[in-house]
C-alpha cells in the first residue's frame, strides 16, 4: 500500500489533495488535529493531518472496493447512502463522501446527521447575501424558472415588511403576456412600472429610479446558447448599487444548473434565486451549486403562491435541509 500523510488548514483543502495525488480509491487511514508554525509552541496554526493510502495497481480492482466498503463503518454508511440518494456529480459525491470519511476518523460524530453536518460544512461555499437599503436587482435565468413570480414575492415582502418603495422595470418584452404579467403584479402592489426595449433603454431607466427598491424583470433565454448583452454586462459592472441575481431551478439537474450558470460572467453574479423547492425530493442541486461555486443564496422559492412561497434560508437551514432535516 503506498502511504501518505497530508497536511491542510480543512478537510476539504485535505481531501482534495488526496484525491489528487492518490486518486479517487484512496483510503482514509488516519485523521487528527496539529498545530503547525509557530514559535516555542505558541502562535501555531490549527491544522487537519490525514494519513491516507492506496493499494497497488495490481490490487485495484472491485474486490478490493467492495472490501473496502464492507469495512465503514454503520455510520459511515449511512452517510454514503444519504450522500449518494442527493444526485450530485460523481466527482462532487466522491470528494463528499471522501470528507465524510475524513469526518469520521475525527471522530466527534455519533448521529448520521452530525456526520453529514461535519462533511457539508467542511465542504460548501456558504455565503451570506449583503442587503442593501437602496439596490437595483436585476433577475436573470432560463425560461420559466420563476423570475417574474419571484420579483413579485420580492416586492411584496420590502413593501409590506420592510416598508420599502419599489418600482419595476421589465425587460422582458419578448412576448407580450410577459409585459402583462409583471403588470399585473405592479398594479396589485400598487408600484410604478417601466418598460424597457432594448438595452440602452434599460440602463437609463435603471439610473433614473429613485425606489429603495428597483426590481428588474428579463425575458427567460436559453442561456446554453445566448449570453447577456455586453451593454449590460458592462452597467452592472460599474454600478455600485446594481446588482445580478440569477433565478435557477432546485428541480432542474445538477450538472444542468452548474452549467446555466457558467452562461454568466462569475464576478458578476452577486446572488442566486434558488425557485421550486417544493417540485423535488432531493436537493442535489443545492448541494452541487454550493460545492462548486461561492454564490451567496439570495432566497429560495417554495411554490405558486405569491407572496407567500418564499423564503431567506440562512447558513444553518441550508445545511439543515442538505441532512435531511426541515
Ligand atoms: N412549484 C413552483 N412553481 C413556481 C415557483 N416559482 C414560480 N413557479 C411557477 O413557474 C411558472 C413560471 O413562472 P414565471 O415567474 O412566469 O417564470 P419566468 O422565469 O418569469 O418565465 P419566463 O419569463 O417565461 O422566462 C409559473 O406557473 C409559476 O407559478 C415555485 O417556487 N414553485
Ligand atoms: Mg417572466
Known amino acids: 500500500m503506498n502511504v501518505k500523510r497530508f497536511v491542510a488548514p480543512t478537510l476539504e483543502e485535505a481531501a482534495k489533495d488526496i484525491r489528487k495525488q492518490l486518486g479517487k480509491d484512496a483510503v482514509i487511514l488516519h485523521v487528527k488535529e496539529v498545530m ?88 460548501l461555499q456558504l455565503q451570506p447575501f449583503a442587503q442593501k437599503r437602496q439596490q437595483t436587482l436585476i433577475v436573470a435565468g432560463p425560461t420559466g424558472v420563476g423570475k417574474t413570480t419571484t420579483i413579485a414575492k420580492l416586492a411584496a415582502k420590502a413593501m409590506f415588511e420592510e416598508n420599502k418603495t419599489v418600482s419595476f422595470i421589465t425587460f422582458d418584452t419578448y412576448r407580450i403576456a410577459a409585459v402583462e404579467q409583471l403588470k399585473t403584479y405592479a398594479h396589485i402592489l400598487d408600484c410604478p412600472i417601466y418598460t424597457a426595449y432594448n438595452e440602452a433603454e434599460l440602463i437609463d431607466l435603471c439610473s433614473r429610479q429613485t425606489a429603495d427598491l428597483v426590481l428588474v424583470d428579463t425575458a427567460g433565454r436559453n442561456y446554453l446558447h445566448e449570453q447577456m448583452p455586453v451593454e449590460l454586462i458592462n452597467y452592472i459592472r460599474q454600478s455600485a448599487s446594481c446588482h445580478l441575481l440569477v433565478a435557477l431551478s432546485l428541480a432542474a439537474k445538477a450538472e444542468d444548473a452548474r452549467h446555466m450558470l457558467s452562461r454568466f460572467p462569475k464576478e458578476l453574479v452577486n446572488g442566486l434565486i434558488l425557485t421550486k423547492l417544493d417540485e423535488t425530493a432531493s436537493l442535489g442541486t443545492l448541494c452541487e451549486l454550493l460545492y462548486s461555486e461561492a454564490i451567496p443564496v439570495a432566497c429560495v422559492t417554495t411554490g405558486q403562491n405569491v407572496p407567500e412561497d418564499i423564503c431567506w434560508p440562512d447558513k444553518e437551514q441550508l445545511l439543515k435541509w442538505l441532512t435531511g432535516g426541515v
Not at 509552541?41 to 493531518?49: D, E
Not at 495490481?58 to 450522500?83: C, F, I, T
Open 36 to 123: 503547525t508554525g509557530g514559535l516555542f509552541g505558541f502562535f501555531g496554526k490549527k491544522q487537519v493531518q490525514v494519513t491516507a493510502g492506496i493499494d497497488g495497481p495490481s490490487h485495484r480492482n472491485s474486490n478490493v472496493s467492495r472490501e473496502g466498503d464492507d469495512k465503514q463503518s454503520p455510520l459511515l454508511k449511512e452517510a454514503n447512502r444519504h450522500l449518494q440518494q442527493l444526485g450530485v456529480s460523481n466527482r462532487v459525491l466522491k470528494n463528499l463522501q471522501l470528507t465524510a470519511q475524513m469526518a469520521e476518523k475525527q471522530g466527534d460524530a455519533r448521529t448520521k446527521e452530525e456526520l453529514l453536518m461535519h462533511t457539508f460544512r467542511a465542504s
